[in-house]
């Protein structure tokens, strides 16, 4: 028969470990991630928004609704992530957006998504063809929306050159609208950074009568700016029976950023992640397959160890076999079951023999009683009377008879009553009746 206060003994300290095993789990276990966040994207109807579109889709289909928001561009995506309070979890930034270091500490990039090259179109007759950069003084100059990360770039390499508001007519102006000004007069020549796959760039490039402007300097701002990179756009690349553009174009480019919170939830990230593979890894004018996306490389910003994973050894092991929350499921409860399993093994292996200890001391502890009641009998028969010894040997075989073992242990307490009975014909032998 079980005794429960031995398996009290034994089991209290079990659980007791266990609990702390789960509680120490639990404070590294991550909650679940979200089923919703919100990206912030750009200006209506550019790249920004339109991959932030397809986002959405890639992270529907895994059971997480994306709300894209719109903006007016990077300087305003990168505020935005700079608030706790803005509710805004990634956005698109472009390449050489400014830089406080309290982005260092609170925002990570998850990779360079494609190139953006800086377009400037010009007017027949505004500049010569063989013209640079420098010759746009005194122009009337579309420089992008206030707040736009076309604007930003397009003033330094303004500034770079000299050109400013004092001897140049800066025009902070944009989209759809700035392309029928151009063709009307209204300005001279219109800065746009964007992809190929720009609604706006294809409307430029196939209108007669403008062009883009060769920026033979291009591998000199690499220089000066080192969030650019050095572009060729070659000859007939947009359309060979049209032969746009008529010859080779050097430009220069910078790259579009995913950029995230620091304490957004990794799984949120992994399919960002995922999701940044699917849109932008076909190949382009100015990308080969799968070129992007890619580990950031400007130092912008710190890279998300989630990102240098991810660019490493791909999606996690789970996800590639496992839909997206059940792969999470899973993941979150090894990293509940590991440790209380590390515990839960080794403890119950040393259960049983704990308890097997504790029934054995209880029988042993009345061997001893047993063995030195027999000695003194032995040795000093006369100290008591034959009925004192026997009281004696009567109380060690009440507590043998009140010891609850099981089965396995039945053998040494029954062994244990043999020895008291042979301990009780030794007092009968050594002693005398009635004394």
Known sequence: MLSWRDVIFVALPSVLLLLLAFWLAANYIKPAPPSRAV????????????????????????GVQLIAQPSAGSPENLQRLRDPDSGVDAAFIQGGTALSKADEETLVSLGELYYEPLWIFYRDGVIKDSASVLDLKGKRLAIGQAGSGTQRLAREVLSANGIDELNTTLIESGGFEIAAQLTAGKVDVVFVVGPTQSALVWVLLYTKGIHLLDIAQAEAYTRRFAYLKHLVLPRGAIDFVQNIPPRDIQMVATTATLLAREDTHPALL????????????????FQKVA????????????????????????????????????AILIDRLLVLLVPILAVFYPLFRFAPSLYGWRIRSRIYRRYGELKFLESEVEEAPQRHTRQEWLKKLDDIEADVSHIRTPLAFADMLYTLRQHASLARETIIKRTQAGL
Do not use: C, M
Request: no cysteine; aromatic share 16%; glycine share 10%.
């Open 39 to 62: 990206i912030s994207t750009g200006s209506e109807g550019g790249a920004y928004q339109r991959f932030g579109a397809l986002y959405a889709d890639v992270l529907e289909k895994n």
């Open 270 to 285: 992994w399919l960002l992640l995922q999701a940044a593979s699917q849109v932008h890894a076909e190949p382009g004018v």
């Open 291 to 326: 070129e992007f996306p890619r580990q950031a490389t400007n130092g912008e910003f710190p890279v998300a160890s989630e990102a240098v994973r991810y660019y490493t050894n791909g999606k996690p092991f789970l996800q590639r076999y496992l839909p997206f929350w059940a």
